[in-house]
């Protein structure tokens, strides 16, 4: 983070790798877009949509592929992957707030449980016995870590997680408020007098670097653990059923759900509103598009889609018509299709 006045265009291109050109010396204090830029922001160029805002943007400098760069009157941070390059500039401007360490007063924290002394435990936050948290945490305002809880170095936990028993985080990893870790599957077994549970005795671990959205659930597993692999992204509202895996790297958008067992491999993408049947295998590097259905295994990496996209309603309702006729209409194709190839037989023979 530089001074009230900014850092220099060139202390960002020694931070981000990005080539310089231009002047160096210019002060940069906020990140901001093309077409609402001021003096003193950066801004970037990241598709190519947006080009035409070049031209006119009111920014200091701008972040562009090189591709981009032909008659850019202003200084430049030239990268060929101009999103990454802003990311790491917006956070260089815009750090966390730091930890202050101690518990506040009206945390209730178990004798046993062990607080590294740089971690800070904030108002109305409730550590259970055993649990360990490392150093320079975060526990946030109304948190709620049961016994035997384990958190990695540097985590941050925002307001209101809950973490249940013997759940455990690596280090550096984000949870954003309202998320629950380690509450019983979807576990129940049919008798004659009605569902009855089945014990959720599994926990949930999470690998380094892993981000956590607002009000995702992440279920613990029935017999083992239900596992994140390091540097997995998940948004907002998303469910992850009990003994699901996912790979290392993986993204997951907001509101999708995947039922209990799925393994998902390493580097998938995994858009908004997806469902996943229980005990599939995503293969490693698959990208699902939003609103899929998966229903199998994918074994084979690709993009795979399904469901109807946007059309006039009117159309839709026609459509929709239609599909519930395909049966009838396959069985009429089969026989008109049987029926030309008779004919054509009987032609051969010499039949009229």
């Known amino acids: 983070m530089g001074d009230d006045h900014g850092v220099s265009l060139q202390t960002l291109a020694e931070l981000t790798g990005a080539r310089l050109v231009g002047d160096g010396s210019r002060r940069i204090d906020r990140v901001a877009p093309l077409q609402h830029a001021g003096p003193g922001a950066i801004s970037f160029l ?32 030239l990268s060929d992957n101009p999103y990454l390059c802003y990311a790491r500039i917006a956070r260089h401007l815009n750090p966390l707030p730091p930890v202050r360490p101690g518990v506040h007063p009206s945390a209730v924290v178990a004798p046993d449980a062990e607080i590294a002394d740089d971690a800070e435990i904030g108002p109305q936050a ?3 016995g055993g649990a360990r948290i490392g150093p320079r ?62 014990p959720q005795l599994g926990g949930v671990v999470i690998g380094n670097d892993v981000d956590i959205g607002a009000n995702t659930t992440i279920d613990r597993g029935a017999l083992e653990d239900t596992e994140v692999g390091d540097g997995v992204k998940i948004d907002n509202l998303v469910q992850i059923a ?13 509101c999708t759900g995947v039922s209990g067992s799925t393994r998902i491999g390493r580097r998938c993408t995994i858009g908004g509103g997806v469902g996943i049947a229980g005990h599939l295998y995503i293969a490693d590097d698959t990208v699902l598009t939003g609103m899929t259905m998966v229903t ?32 009838d209409m396959a069985r009429r194709l089969r026989a008109l299709e049987r029926w030309l190839r008779d004919r054509g037989e009987d032609s051969e023979n010499g039949k009229t």
């Not at 805002?53 to 430049?76: F, I, M, N």
């Open 46 to 77: 990241a598709n190519s949509k947006y080009r035409r805002y070049l031209a006119e943007t009111g920014a200091s400098a701008v972040v562009v592929r090189p591709a981009d760069a032909d008659g850019l009157q202003l200084p430049a941070l």
């Open 296 to 327: 199998h295994d994918v074994r084979e990496p690709g993009l795979y889609s399904s469901g109807v996209t946007i059309s006039p309603a009117r159309e839709w309702r026609r459509n929709a018509v239609r599909f519930h006729q395909l049966d």
């Open 137 to 198: 945490c975060l526990v946030g305002p109304g948190c709620v870590l049961g016994a035997g809880v384990v958190l990695g170095a540097d985590c941050r936990l925002e307001a209101r997680v809950t973490v249940y028993h013997g759940c455990r985080l690596g280090e550096r990893v984000r949870v954003h408020g309202g998320v629950v870790i380690g509450a019983d599957g979807f576990g129940f077994a049919a008798g004659d007098a009605g569902w009855e549970p089945v």
């Open 242 to 254: 009990h003994n699901v895996s996912i790979g290392e790297h993986t993204v997951i958008a907001g």
């Open 126 to 128: 409730s550590i259970g």
